[in-house]
């Protein structure tokens, strides 16, 4: 069972609507939950992080995290096509585990 | 802040060569990783330093990997022999971690190997 699950996608949605990508984990001992962006042929760029149950918000971009469900989430709002990218969660007990990241294409 | 600087961005070389990169780490962080990434895939973990010590190295590691970090500060990642299946994208990245903190990783632009 891979640890970190993340739907490949691709996700597609209009520009302006909300985007919402989704990973589950394994380890009930994760603390620390991240979310990167990743543009083709480049490395990962952090947009958020999250280390209590809620959400957490940073402009457009809301992190919301539920350790009982072992889920943590990313929500886009407003989304621009320069939101098209891989979407990648990764999840810390002790090292860092990525999932394989989930393809959002936001068409205008 | 300077951000991760890693050397080459790019390397071809013919299989069974040896090939060598190197990363720099954020100066004030402590724990330096490299990950292996290929089309499709999330980053995958090779290994991890904390200052000078190298505390994991992932089970899918062969022997024809190596990975030093001497006196705390840059990284090299060393394939012996390569294989044509060693062609990825080889991502270091860097955190400040320990006594309470857990920082997120910053990445490096990586390296990409191609293995002919």
């Known amino acids: 069972q891979k640890e970190v699950e993340q739907n490949s996608g691709p996700l597609s949605v209009p520009e302006g609507a909300i985007a919402s990508l989704n990973c589950t984990y394994s380890?009930?001992?994760?603390?620390?939950f991240f979310w990167y962006r990743q543009y083709s042929g480049k490395s990962p760029e952090l947009i958020m992080f999250?280390?209590?149950?809620g959400d957490k918000e940073d402009g457009r971009f809301t992190a919301q995290l539920n350790k009982a469900s072992q889920y943590v989430s990313l929500l886009i709002r407003d989304s621009q096509p320069s939101d098209s990218a891989t979407y990648l969660c990764?999840?810390?007990?002790?090292?860092?585990?990525f999932g394989r990241g989930t393809s959002l294409i936001v068409h205008p | 802040d300077t951000g991760v600087s890693q050397d080459p961005r790019h390397k071809i070389t013919k299989r069974g060569q040896n090939v060598t990169f190197r990363c720099d780490p954020i100066?004030?962080?402590?724990?330096l990783y490299w990950y292996r990434q290929t089309l499709g895939q999330g980053p995958e973990f090779l290994t991890y330093?904390?200052?000078?010590?190298?505390?994991?190295k992932s089970r899918l590691l062969s022997d024809r990997f190596s990975a030093e970090r001497p006196k705390g500060s840059f990284s090299t990642l060393e394939i012996q022999r390569t294989e044509q299946g060693d062609s990825a994208m080889y991502l270091c990245?860097?955190?400040?971690?320990?006594?309470?903190?857990?920082?997120?990783?910053?990445f490096g632009n990586g390296t990409r190997l191609t293995v002919t």
């Open positions: 990245a860097s955190s400040l971690d320990g006594q309470g903190l857990n920082s997120p990783l910053h």
């Open positions: 380890d009930r001992g994760s603390q620390s």
């Open positions: 999250i280390y209590s149950n």
């Open positions: 990764a999840v810390k007990p002790y090292i860092p585990t």
């Open positions: 100066s004030e962080h402590n724990r």
């Open positions: 330093f904390q200052n000078e010590a190298q505390l994991e």
